[in-house]
T-cell receptor, first 115, second 115 residues
Framework: AQSVTQLDSQVPVFEEAPVELRCNYS??????LFWYVQYPNQGLQLLLK??????LVKGINGFEAEFNKSQTSFHLRKPSVHISDTAEYFC?????????????FGAGTRLAVHP | DAGVTQSPTHLIKTRGQQVTLRCSPI?????VSWYQQVLGQGPQFIFQ???????GRGNFPDRFSARQFPNYSSELNVNALLLGDSALYLC??????????????FGPGTRLTVL
């Protein structure tokens, strides 16, 4: 069965510092991975996705993630964060079964950027 | 292009009542999925519809039902509301290619409070 573990529930960081949000997955089939961001009182916005090809994926707002099959990880990184990056970040994996796909989400990581 | 839209934004109901939430997908998308996000947790899959047919259902009681219309918009109905139904209900649309690579784009959500 597919599952997603986000290793940190909260990550505090100072503005302009680098950040890494960690995500591990378990899956017995082909893996499609996503990172979504949720700003306060809003829905989910797609940051980036890994479907195939290059293991380094670039997304919006300067974020990137690296797919590591041997370590079953898909960590999200940004070299220099801004106050506006303060939000909840969700890692998700697609479960495709019975002719449809659904997203399995991690519990989320709250990124708090301090001045 | 307009993204996924949901209505209403907020809703307050009392236990035992019934509620209907609405979703309009991105133009050209034929599949709609519904997720429930309880405070402090990641979203949980409820339903997926494609071409007016239910493709998949998550582990939710029969009090939850949905339908999709010819214009691909969708409604989620919840009967006999319980306090535990209080959550953010998210709608996601996708092309509906029936593959694991089908990317889901989320709306802003409807915040349901059950008193």
């Amino acid at each position: 069965a597919q599952s997603v573990t986000q290793l940190d529930s909260q990550v505090p960081v100072f503005e302009e510092a680098p950040v890494e949000l960690r995500c591990n997955y378990s899956s017995s089939v082909s893996v499609y991975l996503f990172w979504y961001v949720q700003y306060p009182n809003q829905g989910l916005q797609l940051l980036l996705k890994y479907l195939s090809g290059s293991t380094l994926v670039k997304g919006i707002n300067g974020f990137e993630a690296e797919f590591n099959k041997s370590q079953t990880s898909f960590h999200l990184r940004k070299p220099s964060v801004h106050i506006s990056d303060t939000a909840e970040y969700f890692c998700a994996v697609t479960l495709f079964s019975g002719g449809y796909n659904k997203l399995i989400f991690g519990a989320g990581t709250r990124l708090a950027v301090h001045p | 292009d307009a993204g996924v839209t949901q209505s209403p934004t907020h809703l307050i109901k009392t236990r035992g009542q019934q509620v209907t939430l609405r979703c309009s997908p991105i133009s050209g998308h034929k599949s709609v999925s519904w997720y429930q996000q309880v405070l402090g947790q990641g979203p949980q899959f409820i339903f997926q519809y494609y071409e007016k047919e239910e493709r998949g259902r998550g582990n939710f009681p029969d009090r939850f039902s949905a339908r999709q219309f010819p214009n691909y918009s969708s409604e989620l109905n919840v009967n006999a509301l319980l306090l535990g139904d209080s959550a953010l209900y998210l709608c996601a649309s996708s092309l509906g290619q029936g593959a694991g690579t089908d990317t889901q784009y989320f709306g802003p959500g409807t915040r349901l409070t059950v008193l």
